[in-house]
């Protein structure tokens, strides 16, 4: 599998508050492979473009803790319309989230949301999934070149 991603984004602080937009595009690719018996598996079909547009604000109730507020918008467009089994796999959906960020040092950084997440699939045969999302993510940066983040969540992930 092949995947190249481009990212932007923009921040403003304007006293406490603090406004963020960024955008994400994604391109995965998928070669065929070969089984034991000599036939061709076609992956081709799951070959896709993943577009993510974010918002977010944030509200520095403290000078480490801050309430924040997300919302997120994605597409996927498969470059098959149907896939070998008949399916049409390109989706769109949204993410809307509230929660808490705390600065624990220049070092150590985290986010708690909680929220509403929906998926909607353009065959009505593949189940649409919806209803409560959660992000935790914590943000480490040993030193200046390295950055570690560990993350639970619950989100919708792509497979065929």
Do not use: C
């Amino acid at each position: 599998t092949y995947g190249m991603t481009a990212n932007v984004g923009t921040r403003k602080e304007q006293g406490r508050f603090v406004f963020a937009a960024s955008g994400k595009l994604t391109r995965r690719t998928f070669d065929n492979v070969e089984t034991s018996n000599n036939t061709t598996v076609n992956n081709h079909d799951r070959d896709r473009w993943e577009y993510v547009g974010q918002a977010r604000t944030e509200y520095a109730v403290y000078d480490v803790v801050s309430i924040v507020g997300v919302a997120e918008l994605n597409q996927r467009d498969y470059d098959d319309r149907l896939d070998d089994n008949g399916f049409a796999r390109s989706s769109n959906g949204f993410r809307l989230e509230s929660g808490v960020s705390v600065d624990i040092s220049q070092v150590i950084k985290g986010d708690v949301t909680a929220g509403y997440f929906e998926q909607d699939y353009d065959d009505a045969r593949l189940k649409s999934p919806s209803g409560f999302g959660f992000r935790a993510r914590l943000n480490w940066t040993p030193s200046r070149m390295t950055v570690v983040v560990p993350s639970l969540e619950r989100e919708v992930d792509e497979t065929i």
